[in-house]
Each structure stands twice: as structure tokens, then as C-alpha cells.
């Protein structure tokens, strides 16, 4: 099955500066899903790309999708405070539709 | 707020025993999906429904159990409780079951 794997596990960044994260797969994805947790809390949807190539921007964050379609990034453009929380990828892992998150990725955003 | 609800938010229980999760889905979602969450296991697939019909399977142990009602409603009834049980366990929407996936808050249990 696909395995996705985020990097890096957890990063600090100070306010204001940029960050980036990403997503690879050991196998083609078909559709890539990005949301955001607050620890405890339900998982908010941020964006989903499905396109080789393809990028969305929402507010400050741009994901985007290789050609290949086996990576995913996803990238904060001057963070501020409510960026901080824990990012996961997403996919579709199989052809029978069982769904795969990736480990996940703690943002801690300094003053 | 993502429009989908579970109850209860919070379960204490103990080992041997069973309780049923509940999960209505937003408004117009055909497709249910549960998630076991635990700090050793990340964030876990257990089961879809689709307008009623079971779509995809993930790590759902034996002792596990799921449906989705007419009205769309879903329950994740857990059996024989174990300590390795307590997580926080997530259901989710979406429209087609193809598409984004909107999470409800969990509920958290706890099993002592």
C-alpha cells in the first residue's frame, strides 16, 4: 500500500518567516488532501489538489503538487500565530479507496 | 465549525466493555468515515460508508464495528475493550466520498 511520509516532523519558525513542508508517496497519488489539527481538536481542510502540477493558494498557504504527482508541498508565507498547529497530508492509499494520512508535522510559530 | 457532530465528546470505561460512538454527518454528505487517533499510531483509517453501504475497509479490528443508518447517521460500536483502545476517535464527511472530508471534533475514550 501507499505510505506517505511528511518532513520534516516538527519545525520552529520565528513570525513573520516562511516554512515549507512536504508530502512524498511511494506511489502515485490520485489526490492529495491537505488539512491542519490544533492538538485535541477535529482536522479543518485546507486544500486538495489532484492535478500533476497543479498549486492553490488560500490566504498564506500554497500547496502544490509535483508533475509527477508523488510529492506534495505546502508552503506558509510569513507565518503568524495562527499558523501554529499540527499539518497532515492525506491520500487515497489504495485501488479498494482505504484512505492514508501522513505522521504529521508540528509548526510552532514564535514571536 | 464543520457541521458534523459526535457524541459523547468525552467516555471513561473499563476494559471488557462496550460503548457505540456516535456521528451525524453535515447536511447533505452521503459518505462517513471513521478515524482512530493515538499518539503511537498517528492518525488511522478505519472504515467508509457510502449512502448506507460499506465503501472501504482500513485497520478496523475484529472487536470493531460500524453502520450507517437511513438517515445517514453513523455509530463505531467497540467490544471488549482493551487499554490500547483509548484514543480519540474521529468521524468525517464528505459528499461523495470521493471528495474533501469534513471532521467532526472526536471523541475521546478513555479505557481504564
Known amino acids: 500500500s501507499q505510505e506517505l511520509e511528511q518532513s520534516p516532523q516538527s519545525l520552529i519558525v520565528q513570525e513573520g518567516k516562511n516554512l515549507t513542508i512536504n508530502c512524498t508517496s511511494s506511489?502515485?497519488?490520485?489526490?492529495l488532501y491537505w488539512y491542519k489539527q490544533k492538538y485535541g481538536e477535529g482536522l479543518i481542510f485546507l486544500m486538495m489538489?489532484?492535478?500533476?502540477?497543479e498549486e492553490k493558494s488560500h490566504e498564506k498557504i500554497t500547496a502544490k503538487l509535483d508533475e509527477k504527482k508523488q510529492q506534495s508541498s505546502l508552503h506558509i508565507t510569513a507565518s503568524q500565530p495562527s499558523h501554529a498547529g499540527i499539518y497532515l497530508c492525506g491520500a487515497v492509499s489504495d485501488s479498494w479507496g482505504k484512505f492514508q494520512f501522513g505522521a504529521g508535522t508540528q509548526v510552532v510559530v514564535t514571536p | 465549525d464543520s457541521g458534523v457532530t459526535q457524541t459523547p465528546k468525552h467516555l471513561i470505561t473499563a476494559t471488557g466493555q462496550r460503548v457505540t460512538l456516535r456521528c451525524s454527518p453535515r447536511?447533505?454528505?452521503?459518505?462517513v468515515y471513521w478515524y482512530q487517533q493515538s499518539l503511537d499510531q498517528g492518525l488511522q483509517f478505519l472504515i467508509q460508508y457510502y449512502n448506507g453501504e460499506e465503501r472501504a475497509k482500513g485497520n478496523i479490528l475484529e472487536r470493531f464495528s460500524a453502520q450507517q443508518f437511513p438517515d445517514l447517521h453513523s455509530e463505531l460500536n467497540l467490544s471488549s475493550l482493551e487499554l490500547g483502545d483509548s484514543a480519540l476517535y474521529f468521524c468525517?464527511?464528505?459528499?461523495?466520498?470521493?471528495?474533501?472530508?469534513?471532521f467532526g471534533p472526536g471523541t475521546r475514550l478513555t479505557v481504564l
Open positions: 447536511s447533505g454528505d452521503l459518505s
Open positions: 489538489l489532484q492535478k500533476g502540477g
Open positions: 506511489k502515485t497519488l490520485y489526490g
Open positions: 468525517a464527511s464528505s459528499v461523495s466520498g470521493e471528495d474533501e472530508q469534513f
